[in-house]
DNA sequence: TTTCCTGCAAAATGTTTGCAAGGCA
DNA sequence: TGCCTTGCAAACATTTTGCAGGAAA
């Protein structure tokens, strides 16, 4: 874990980026907010509604942690990662507004892609005539740690 | 739509083929499975839940096709579009085991990506030490059709 | 002080489970 | 006949909505 920086910005950078990116949207930083971007800052993993309702210790009502990551999509500070199962984490953006994951399947440990081939896809897909486009991209496995386990 | 054919197989042969596997999978050919694969066969996009339960005219329970779209993932023979809103929708695989898809947003209608960049991701995932992948990938949009109509 | 945000309660969705009866092979 | 499937009912899990009180700016 020593060595040099690597391409993720550190925690207290996508903090600030994401407080930001609210009070600049005229939305206001309420405890709820603050709380619920730290912890996502924090966490070493995306996390679920319901991960984020215990890491908060139950403060805040699922209402509120639901109303909030909208707000967070909307504003463009969180990303949504849609599971196999069709559920959703989320986490943190920062400067990035758009990417893929590799996404453990027992941990959910997840690490970020590098690259984008959504271009290409688009460009075929507009070219069928389609417009408007997004995509997403996910790719399910077992982490190395999670691997060693059985 | 005229012209030579697409690379679409027709109905007819992915009906025989989803019927044929189930029965080699010693499972029962029942009203319910053979009209659901009919269904699907002859719907012009992926159908959800609720599209097949309203298509076979509410003849079979909820649960019952809930049963047997998961018997026929676990076979084969439809394959799983994920929505951007987590919601399934399924399709009648016939001969290929796996590909991706454009959607469009208003009316669900689909087209097969014929090619699967897939390959390049898992390689870059195996790298970072993941096993056992797999990978969603698709692309959302307003076809043609329903663009025209804003 | 005004408007936005939160919590509570309830409802709406979507999916799963258990069990007894029915039907395919 | 025997086991697989189905339907019904109920449970479950997740997310959304309405409204009144509370808190940012």
Redesign the pocket.
């Given at each position: 874990m020593l060595g040099i920086m690597s391409a993720e910005e550190s925690e207290d950078v996508r903090v600030a980026i994401s407080k930001k990116r609210i009070?600049d949207s005229g939305?206001?930083?309420?405890?709820?907010?603050r709380q619920l971007i730290e912890i996502l800052a924090e966490s070493e993993r995306p996390l679920s509604?319901?991960d984020l309702s215990q890491r908060s210790k139950g403060?805040?009502?699922?209402?509120?942690i639901?109303?909030?990551l909208e707000v967070f999509r909307e504003v463009g500070i969180v990303e949504v990662i849609l599971l196999e199962n069709?559920?959703?984490l989320f986490v943190l953006t920062g400067e990035h507004d758009h990417s893929h994951h590799i996404v453990c399947r027992h941990c959910l440990k997840t690490e970020r892609i590098e690259f984008c081939m959504g271009g290409e896809l688009e460009r075929y897909a507009s070219s069928r005539g389609f417009s408007n486009l997004s995509h997403t991209i996910e790719v399910f496995g077992e982490c190395p740690e999670c691997e060693a386990k059985h």
């Amino acid at each position: 874990m020593l060595g040099i920086m690597s391409a993720e910005e550190s925690e207290d950078v996508r903090v600030a980026i994401s407080k930001k990116r609210i009070s600049d949207s005229g939305l206001r930083m309420t405890a709820a907010r603050r709380q619920l971007i730290e912890i996502l800052a924090e966490s070493e993993r995306p996390l679920s509604v319901d991960d984020l309702s215990q890491r908060s210790k139950g403060k805040f009502d699922l209402v509120t942690i639901y109303r909030n990551l909208e707000v967070f999509r909307e504003v463009g500070i969180v990303e949504v990662i849609l599971l196999e199962n069709g559920r959703n984490l989320f986490v943190l953006t920062g400067e990035h507004d758009h990417s893929h994951h590799i996404v453990c399947r027992h941990c959910l440990k997840t690490e970020r892609i590098e690259f984008c081939m959504g271009g290409e896809l688009e460009r075929y897909a507009s070219s069928r005539g389609f417009s408007n486009l997004s995509h997403t991209i996910e790719v399910f496995g077992e982490c190395p740690e999670c691997e060693a386990k059985h």
